[in-house]
């Protein structure tokens, strides 16, 4: 039997509907604009607010002692592609989000979807989070076949890969999605008003807590892309983004700088793909680096090629080779403190000092930082960066 142990203050007594739960939430939301105040419960709760322990300068509710919640947050959002039928995964997610960071920072979460949010997601969702939750529908035109795809072309494609077996080679909306991924989500009206975003999706874990703000160290830094863990990505799912990419490379070298990560992206000078990817299913970046006119050239190239559905381009490889060549590798960050699960991959520190720091419950054992299949090491290796103590323990 497995037991599930949630603090009760965190679930409201009774979720209000109608008019009163949008009166609920709008007194949420302006709650979660003062981090040194918990957001108020439905109207049948008592106030909740973080009182000082006797004793200590620390609020009551636990907050990190390297966390500052009294100061100016970043503008910054967290940011999820859902559907209805998503939502006790993204619960999941929520849950762990908030426990590991966010009831110490109360920053704003975005949900997108190509549906309208059904009544309950919103209420579930706007009950779990700490920060003002925000619903977007997207528009067609960014969740659809643009008018220069051959479609007749783009269904062979995909009955030929359901043939070989191909993973989600056989999906349109897989497709609609990686491409939205790619070039939309942060043209969605509701993204245009932040700097910054962190991408959650439905059923991951955090296996650390995070006490310290990664947007702020993010931009102290000079940070605009960060990733957690790095793979090959399937060979067969991209045949000709590489023949794409150099396409733009030639078309706009203006937009390359002197130095970037090439050495990561290829083992042969930039002849070739050697398929290194960050798994974007994590990633905290900067809003401002994908509204750039590179980045935008970058993806209306590969757009007009036609890979996202003549092939199956997902947006992990489409975001990695564009931070790859058209970022400085000083502006792209490993977060290794951040304990992290998608199915099927595990970072968990490698430190075994850092997973004691922050609580962290992952198996040293699951890291796949430096296992054969991981591109990690190679981006140690380019960046001459030392590996953790440990590292070689967790090798194949």
Same mark, same amino acid.
């Given at each position: 039997?497995?037991?599930?142990?949630? $603090?009760?203050?965190?679930?409201?007594?009774?979720?209000?509907?109608?008019?009163?739960?949008?009166?609920?939430?709008?007194?949420?939301?302006?709650?979660?604009?003062?981090?040194?105040?918990?957001?108020?419960?439905?109207?049948?709760?008592?106030?909740?607010?973080?009182?000082? =322990?006797?004793?200590?300068?620390?609020?009551?509710?636990?907050?990190?002692?390297?966390?500052?919640?009294?100061?100016?947050?970043?503008?910054?959002?967290? =940011?999820?592609?859902?559907?209805? $039928?998503?939502?006790?995964?993204?619960? +999941?997610?929520?849950?762990?989000?908030?426990?590991?960071?966010?009831?110490?920072?109360?920053?704003?979460?975005?949900?997108?979807?190509?549906?309208?949010?059904?009544?309950?997601?919103?209420?579930?969702?706007?009950?779990?989070?700490?920060?003002?939750?925000?619903?977007?529908?997207?528009? &067609?035109?960014?969740?659809?076949?643009?008018?220069?795809?051959?479609?007749?072309?783009?269904?062979?494609?995909?009955?030929?890969?359901?043939?070989?077996?191909?993973?989600?080679?056989?999906?349109?909306?897989?497709?609609?999605?990686?491409?939205?991924?790619?070039?939309?989500?942060?043209?969605?009206?509701?993204?245009?008003?932040?700097?910054?975003?962190?991408?959650?999706?439905?059923?991951?874990?955090?296996?650390?807590?995070?006490?310290?703000?990664?947007?702020?160290?993010?931009?102290?830094?000079?940070?605009?892309?960060?990733?957690?863990?790095?793979?090959?990505?399937?060979?067969?799912?991209?045949?000709?983004?590489?023949?794409?990419?150099?396409?733009?490379?030639?078309?706009?070298?203006?937009?390359?700088?002197?130095?970037?990560?090439?050495?990561?992206? $290829? +083992?042969?000078?930039?002849?070739?793909?050697?398929?290194?990817?960050?798994?974007?299913?994590?990633? =905290?970046?900067?809003?401002?680096?994908?509204?750039?006119?590179?980045?935008?050239?970058?993806?209306?190239?590969?757009?007009?090629?036609?890979?996202?559905?003549?092939?199956?381009?997902?947006?992990?490889?489409?975001?990695?080779?564009?931070?790859?060549?058209?970022? &400085?590798?000083?502006?792209?960050?490993?977060?290794?403190?951040?304990?992290?699960?998608?199915?099927?991959?595990?970072?968990?520190?490698?430190?075994?000092?850092?997973?004691?720091?922050?609580?962290?419950?992952?198996?040293?054992?699951?890291?796949?930082?430096?296992?054969?299949?991981?591109?990690?090491?190679?981006?140690?290796?380019?960046?001459?960066?030392?590996?953790?103590?440990?590292?070689?323990?967790? $090798?194949?």
């Amino acid at each position: 039997m497995i037991l599930y142990f949630i $603090s009760s203050s965190s679930i409201p007594k009774k979720i209000p509907t109608g008019s009163k739960f949008e009166s609920w939430r709008a007194k949420k939301e302006a709650n979660s604009l003062n981090p040194g105040v918990s957001p108020e419960g439905p109207p049948s709760s008592e106030e909740n607010i973080l009182a000082p =322990v006797p004793g200590s300068s620390m609020p009551a509710g636990g907050l990190s002692q390297t966390a500052s919640p009294l100061e100016p947050k970043m503008n910054a959002t967290f =940011v999820t592609l859902a559907r209805n $039928s998503d939502l006790w995964d993204i619960a +999941d997610s929520i849950r762990a989000v908030e426990d590991r960071f966010n009831r110490n920072y109360h920053y704003d979460w975005v949900f997108l979807n190509d549906k309208p949010f059904d009544e309950t997601f919103k209420k579930v969702t706007t009950a779990l989070i700490s920060g003002r939750t925000r619903y977007g529908q997207i528009d &067609k035109e960014h969740w659809s076949f643009p008018e220069f795809i051959d479609q007749d072309k783009a269904k062979d494609v995909r009955e030929d890969m359901a043939r070989r077996k191909i993973i989600y080679g056989d999906s349109t909306s897989y497709r609609h999605m990686c491409r939205f991924e790619s070039g939309f989500f942060f043209r969605q009206p509701l993204m245009n008003e932040y700097e910054w975003y962190w991408r959650v999706e439905p059923s991951i874990k955090l296996f650390c807590d995070i006490s310290f703000d990664p947007f702020k160290y993010m931009a102290d830094h000079g940070k605009k892309y960060s990733f957690v863990l790095s793979l090959y990505e399937y060979a067969e799912t991209i045949p000709t983004i590489w023949d794409s990419t150099k396409k733009f490379m030639k078309l706009h070298p203006e937009h390359i700088p002197e130095e970037n990560s090439m050495k990561w992206l $290829s +083992d042969d000078g930039g002849e070739t793909y050697n398929h290194c990817h960050f798994w974007s299913n994590f990633e =905290v970046g900067n809003l401002n680096w994908l509204r750039s006119q590179a980045y935008l050239d970058f993806f209306d190239v590969l757009d007009k090629d036609g890979g996202f559905f003549y092939e199956r381009w997902g947006d992990a490889p489409v975001h990695s080779i564009a931070a790859g060549i058209l970022l &400085k590798p000083e502006e792209i960050h490993f977060f290794e403190d951040i304990g992290y699960w998608h199915v099927p991959f595990t970072h968990c520190p490698t430190s075994e000092q850092k997973r004691l720091d922050n609580k962290c419950h992952c198996n040293p054992k699951d890291n796949f930082d430096w296992k054969g299949y991981s591109c990690t090491s190679k981006w140690f290796d380019m960046n001459n960066m030392d590996k953790p103590q440990g590292y070689k323990d967790q $090798s194949d």
